[in-house]
Each structure stands twice: as C-alpha cells, then as structure tokens.
Nanobody
C-alpha cells in the first residue's frame, strides 16, 4: 500500500532553514502529484506547496512564496520542501500527501488528497 514517511523537522531560530523529505513507497512514484501541508495547534490543515508529476510545475501558498521551495526526485521516490527564512508562524506539524493530479490537488487542497504521511514537527523560535 501507499506509504509516505516524512523527516527533517526540528527546532530552529527565526531566519534559519530546514529541508523536509518525504520518502514514498508502495506505488509508482511518478503516478501522483504531491504536496506539503501543515497544521498548527488549534488551526486547520493548510496547503503549503504542490508539485506535478515531472516537477516542472509547482504551487506555493502566498504565506510561503519566495521562502519555501517544493521539489521531487523521481529516481529516489522522494519529495522535498526547502524552507528558508523561517518565521515563528511557520511552526506546525508538516505532512506530505499524494494523489492524482487535478486542478484541486495542484492548489494543495487538503480535501483532495487521499494518501498522507505521519508528519514531522517544525518549531521556529523568535
């Protein structure tokens, strides 16, 4: 079955960087679009970024545009999220997800994603 395993989270100071990874297994990696989401305490899950099958098309939420970059390595079955210039408001549990490519999945709509990882915590201190 589809399995997604995130790693790379941690605690950093504001202005720092982290790179999250999500290793996929149990399916043909290039079959699904992928995305990163985050959920802070007492808040709804929020779409952060999405990427198409080849990696040639991406989406980033306005809140992270210019600071976060989503990418994928299809040879390694791995999705990445490079996070720079981190802010305290970026503190959240970060999840990767996979599903068929549609307009909604490419806008990182969480309701459109079926397969989810278990999450990795990112904490940014001021």
């Amino acid at each position: 079955q589809v399995q997604l395993v995130e790693s790379g989270g941690g605690s950093v100071q504001a202005g720092g960087s982290l790179r999250l990874s999500c290793v996929a297994s149990g399916y043909t990696f290039t079959r699904y679009c992928m995305a990163w989401f985050r959920q802070a305490s007492a808040k709804e899950r929020e779409g952060v970024a999405a990427i198409n099958l080849s990696g040639g098309s991406t989406y980033a939420a306005d809140s992270v545009k210019g600071r976060f970059t989503i990418s994928r390595d299809n040879a390694k079955n791995t999705l990445y999220l490079q996070m720079n210039s981190l802010k305290p408001e970026d503190t959240a549990m970060y999840y990767c997800a996979a599903d068929r490519c549609t307009g909604a999945t490419m806008r990182a709509d969480p309701d459109m994603y079926t397969y989810w990882g278990q999450g990795t915590q990112v904490t940014v201190s001021s």
